[in-house]
């Protein structure tokens, strides 16, 4: 008999005034009991909609179904068939527009809780059957033939998989001193813990992929040189790390932060455990986040940690708009969170001496749809207001760094930065070169980008293949 | 990981390692930087290439304790290792087609100012160099800024070697009895390079000057290193680190140095109370 209740299994979380003062995860896991017991709502339907709705095709009702039964190291390998990166998407998935979107059981109630399924499956085999598995990744026979990855977020990482499982040797050149893209760096520890990422990136490591990190693609090495080194074929995967900034005066004061400049100081190099890591950050007592993106909450919720008593979020647009994923907002409102909707700022205040004072904002309504659908927000003449902070983070976006295009003869961008590539194979405007992710498409989500590296790999296989002929 | 290959202390605060560095060797040219990590723990700081060598794969960079990781960086010796170090970053200089070029380093400035004057005077320009330093106890590299120009100008603030004053009161003094230049290279703290350029600016000399923003990435990816040149917003990483001295907007850029302060300062005493003393570096 399946479970009917219409709520998924809770999941067990720090108590959100506990957990906005420290770094660790906040949501804790299934136990192996909540993790049977959610997967019996799952209905097994014959025309699998789930499958579907997610980017690499999980096969998500034949993995629920073998943790049903308790199989929970079967389970894990049945998701691995597909995605290489199981204990990072069942965490950060936006699963509500994709996989549980499309869920049957979502029709009435709550849809299956696939994610925190896919979470509690790689969780269960890192921490019980990883060190003894009888299984383990097939290697295929060697090919000799080299392939390049540039990036070692989850496109590059997935491409460089899928590629070493069929022969190919593949090294992954990443700019970083650490591997795992925006996962490393961008998303915070209390959200996705960086052993995991590493335990992820150890696993791929294993296929026989080499990472050589510190290296600049552009810089320290270009294209070309890459190719004389003799590789065959080339994947780039290097996101879309360039930050914008809103272009209204005061931008420059002291306590002005890009997200970019924030997380990777948090994150990356540890600044939350300052001095003990040596690279410093500066928290005043109010934060303003402009933005309504995951990268938003993310920085507002690392503000908070890191001791501001005030953190709000501006954002010109309503709720309805916000970007971020569901659960995000949730867990930012819970931890104290303002958010200022409607709103937006228009000049940074500074004290004398150059350090942020006030942002100086303007209330907005919202007009007609424009190009990207959304209701398009307009100034509300005579509501300028100040709100006091110490800091601001802006959190607007980020496009593809231009580095390797402006270092690449013919490799063809968009006036944006995109770098142009074929739906269908993901090649560029250059032979042998391909590209997905961010890189691509501009910020978008990891299981996308996970899906451009798989589509990538593929078509890599079928040119290197063809090419021997 | 690299290793330090040499090392030789220059003067009581500064000092020169040579560190294998294969790729960034290879690629190299004066005016472009690295950053390195020195352990697990370390912050990302970047360091000029002050000189290189593309046979035998390494790179010297010269630098001075100001702080906990420069302090930490000359505790380590001949065949010790530094954990990152990646480059090289930035664009090179613009050096080609200059007839006549003073070059202007106060203090550090000058071992970042040196590889560019090497390249300018091996490409046939006539050069003039003005090295200040605050006392004689502190010059550096005076036998090789030698070899590399026509004119060597060495100042100290307290008159205790050279000319007892600024580099820029040299300068002065050059312009004032009638030399022209087709290019001035000033490089150093911000308040020199920024007197440097309104010392030229008059004159319509073009001023090229070495902005050393707090960096973390130095790839463009996080826009710490912003600075204002001609009224718009450049990253210092890749846009620089060189710029139009006519150009920048200095008073923003120094205030923006000082941004973490307090934060160095709690870094290096707590630093020094575990070694106890401070008596190391
Ligand atoms: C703070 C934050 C929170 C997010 N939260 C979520 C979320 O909850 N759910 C979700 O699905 N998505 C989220 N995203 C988006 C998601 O992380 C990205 O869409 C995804 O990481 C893109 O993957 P990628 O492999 O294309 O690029 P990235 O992850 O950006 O990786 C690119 C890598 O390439 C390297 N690189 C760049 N240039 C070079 C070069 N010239 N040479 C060598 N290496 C280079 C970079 O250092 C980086 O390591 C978030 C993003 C951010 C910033
Ligand atoms: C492109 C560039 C080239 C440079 N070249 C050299 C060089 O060849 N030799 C040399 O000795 N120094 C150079 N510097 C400066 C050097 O990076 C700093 O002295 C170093 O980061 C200080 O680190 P610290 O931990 O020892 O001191 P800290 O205690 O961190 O700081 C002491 C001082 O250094 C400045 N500083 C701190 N962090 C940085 C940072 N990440 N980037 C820049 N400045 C910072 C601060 O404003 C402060 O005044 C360069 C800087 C840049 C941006
Ligand atoms: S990878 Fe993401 S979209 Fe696919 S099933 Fe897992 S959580 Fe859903
Ligand atoms: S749609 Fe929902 S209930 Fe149906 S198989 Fe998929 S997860 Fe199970
Ligand atoms: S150091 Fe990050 S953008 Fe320049």
Redesign the interface.
């Known amino acids: 008999m399946p479970n009917m209740s219409p709520n998924k299994v809770r999941m067990p979380e720090q108590e959100p005034e506990l957990r906005n003062k420290n770094f660790n995860e906040v949501a804790l896991g299934y136990t192996e009991q909540m993790a049977m017991e959610e997967a019996q709502r799952c209905l097994n339907c014959v025309n699998r909609p789930c499958v579907a709705g997610c980017p690499v095709n999980v096969q998500i009702p034949d993995f629920i179904k073998l943790i049903a039964e308790g199989k929970f190291e079967e389970a894990y390998w049945k998701i691995r068939e597909t995605n290489n990166l199981p204990a990072i998407c069942g965490r950060v998935c936006p699963q509500e527009t994709q996989c549980e979107k499309v869920c049957i059981r979502a029709r009435r109630g709550e849809p299956v809780g696939i994610g925190r399924l896919e979470r509690f499956a790689a969780d269960w085999y890192m921490a019980n059957a990883k060190e003894n598995s009888g299984k383990a990744d097939g290697k295929a026979e060697k090919k000799n033939r080299k392939v390049a990855v540039i990036g070692s977020g989850p496109a590059g990482l997935t491409c460089a998989a899928d590629l070493a499982r069929v022969g190919y040797s593949v090294t992954i050149f990443e700019?970083?001193?650490d591997a795992g893209g925006v996962l490393i760096y961008g998303i915070p520890e209390f959200r996705l813990p960086k052993e995991i990422v590493r335990e992820e990136v150890d696993t791929i490591k294993k296929l026989g992929v080499e990472i050589k990190?510190?290296?600049?693609i552009g810089?320290?090495?270009t294209l070309d040189e890459l190719r004389k080194e003799g590789y065959e074929a080339i994947f780039i995967g290097t996101g879309a790390?360039?930050?914008s900034?809103l272009g209204i005066p005061g931008?420059?004061l002291?306590?002005v932060?890009?997200a970019?400049?924030f997380l990777?100081?948090v994150n990356l190099?540890?600044a939350y455990r300052?001095?003990?890591?040596?690279?410093?950050i500066?928290v005043g007592r109010r934060v303003a986040v402009i933005g309504a993106g995951n990268v938003a909450m993310d920085a507002a919720r690392c503000a908070k940690r890191l001791g501001a008593e005030k953190v709000c979020i501006v954002y010109r647009r309503s709720e309805a708009e916000m970007p971020a994923r569901q659960e995000e907002v949730h867990h930012a409102k819970e931890e104290g969170i303002e958010f200022k909707l409607l709103t937006n700022p228009i000049r940074v205040l500074g004290t004398d001496?150059?350090w942020v004072k006030g942002l100086k904002c303007i209330e907005m309504e919202l007009g007609e749809p424009d190009s990207s659908g959304r209701r398009r927000p307009i100034a509300k003449a005579g509501t300028e207001h100040v709100i006091d902070v110490d800091n601001v983070i802006v959190a607007i976006g980020q496009t593809p760094?231009?580095?390797i295009a402006s270092t690449t003869a013919g490799l063809e961008t968009q006036k944006w930065g995109g770098i142009i590539v074929d739906e269908e194979t993901c090649a560029t405007s250059l032979e042998g070169v391909f590209a997905g992710g961010d890189a691509v498409t501009g910020a978008a989500t990891v299981i996308l980008a996970m899906g451009a590296g798989k589509k990538a790999a593929a078509s890599i296989d079928k040119y290197l293949s063809q090419k021997a002929d | 990981m690299y290793r330090i290959v040499r090392k030789k202390v220059l003067n009581p605060t500064v000092k020169l390692i040579e560190v294998e560095a294969p790729y960034v060797a290879r690629k190299a040219e004066p005016g472009q930087f690295i950053i390195l990590r020195v352990n697990e723990k370390g912050e990302r700081i970047p360091l000029t290439v002050a000189d290189f060598d593309r046979e035998k794969g390494t790179v010297t960079i010269i630098f001075q304790k100001v702080g906990k990781t420069t302090k930490l960086l000359g505790t380590l010796e001949e065949g010790d290792l530094i954990l990152d170090f990646v480059g090289p970053l930035g664009k090179p200089t613009h050096l080609e087609g200059v007839k006549k070029a003073v070059v202007i380093g106060g203090g550090l400035g000058t071992a970042i100012a040196y590889p560019q004057a090497k390249k300018l005077y091996s490409l046939g320009a006539e050069v003039d160099i003005i090295a200040g330093f605050r006392n004689k106890d502190l010059i550096i590299l005076e036998e090789e800024l030698a070899k590399v120009c026509h004119r060597l100008f060495i100042t100290t603030d307290d008159g205790s070697n050279g000319t007892k004053g600024f580099v820029s009161d040299i300068l002065k003094e050059l312009l004032d009895q009638g030399n022209r230049y087709d290019l001035a290279i000033a490089i150093g703290p911000l308040v020199m390079m920024k007197v440097v350029s309104n010392l030229t600016r008059p004159y319509g000399i073009k001023t090229i000057v070495s902005m050393n923003p707090i960096m973390i990435d130095g790839t463009g990816m996080c826009g710490g290193c912003r600075i204002t040149v001609g009224g718009t917003t450049k990253f210092a990483c890749v846009d620089g680190p060189d710029f139009d001295g006519h150009q920048v907007d200095f008073d923003e850029a120094i205030r923006r140095q000082s941004m973490y302060r307090e934060e160095e300062k709690r870094s290096m005493e707590e630093h020094e109370c575990k070694l106890g003393g401070g008596n190391n570096a």
């Open positions: 700019a970083f001193h990190t510190n290296m600049v810089k320290t090495l790390g360039l930050p900034f931008e420059n002291n306590g932060y890009s970019n400049e990777t100081r190099m540890k300052f001095p003990e890591y040596d690279t410093p500066k001496n150059g760094n231009p580095l």
